[in-house]
């Protein structure tokens, strides 16, 4: 049977009555059983998680707009350092206060030791093309290419984050990067591997690379803290029972 259009519209305008309220009755009980779960609650894991994403987005957008002169890039990966190693225990404030306080505070360390770090990953590029396209090299030339690249890392890897936390020398922060790569040898690995994974993981494709520029590099800055963080306050407890006792030189 063929209802006439205003029976049609009748009866569309009797099913949106009669189903209208069932759904939204529907939307405010699924929302008042996850509000009572606490999923919302300023204190539970969802939003702490969410709010902690957010500070690294924060921070993500902060260190690209100060390194965009390249040359402050030290000191912009200090002051991402600085915060990163606070946010490990919750203990960061207003992010961009303090990343700015940090850049300030770290620039002249930052910036010589990325101008070092630089020199040294060109270096070390031209190394390795010399090994990867000569079809004679050498072991011996492998050799040197394979302890350049751990003596560089070494160099680096706790560098920044020693800046960030510590008032020292730059040669002695060198120093006890080395130092510490060597005692903590494993975690150091454990670091490297974590960031190789996160390195794959963002040139999967063209949407994780773009996931990856968002948050990819204060993700690999939040990896290196993590662990950094740990064995920071191992050595500071270990310096307080003697001046000998820790790894970290003043």
């Not at 939307?27 to 969410?50: E, Y």
């Not at 706790?158 to 060198?174: D, F, G, K, Q, V």
């Not at 803290?225 to 003697?242: L, M, P």
Request: hydrophobic share 55%.
């Amino acid at each position: 049977m063929i209802l006439p259009a205003e029976g049609v519209a009748d009866s569309l305008d009797e099913a949106q009555g009669e189903t209208s309220p069932s759904y939204l009755s529907q939307c405010l009980k699924f929302f008042t059983i996850i509000n009572s779960m606490g999923i919302f609650s300023p204190d539970s894991k969802f939003v702490k998680f969410m709010n902690w994403v957010l500070d690294l987005l924060l921070l993500n957008v902060l260190w690209f707009a100060f390194s965009l002169p390249v040359v402050t890039i030290g000191a912009a990966t200090c002051a991402a350092f600085s915060v990163s190693l606070k946010m490990v225990d919750d203990e960061e404030g207003y992010i961009a206060k303090m990343f700015v306080k940090a850049f300030k505070e770290n620039f002249k360390q930052g910036t010589i030791m990325w101008l070092i770090t630089a020199v040294c990953i060109y270096g070390l590029y031209i190394e390795w093309q010399l090994v990867l396209k000569n079809q004679d090299v050498s072991v011996l030339m492998i050799i040197l290419a394979i302890i350049s690249t751990a003596f560089l890392l070494f160099a680096n890897i706790y560098t920044y984050p020693l800046i960030a936390r510590y008032e020292n020398t730059l040669p002695h922060m060198i120093i006890n990067s080395f130092k510490i790569s060597v005692r903590f040898f494993l975690r150091t690995l454990m670091i490297v591997v974590v960031i190789a994974i996160e390195v794959l993981l963002i040139l999967w494709n063209k949407w994780t690379l773009f996931v990856g520029i968002i948050i990819g590099p204060m993700f690999m800055i939040y990896t290196v803290s993590g662990v950094s963080k740990r064995i920071f306050q191992k050595i500071d407890a270990e310096t307080k029972n003697g001046p000998d006792s820790g790894t970290i030189n003043q």
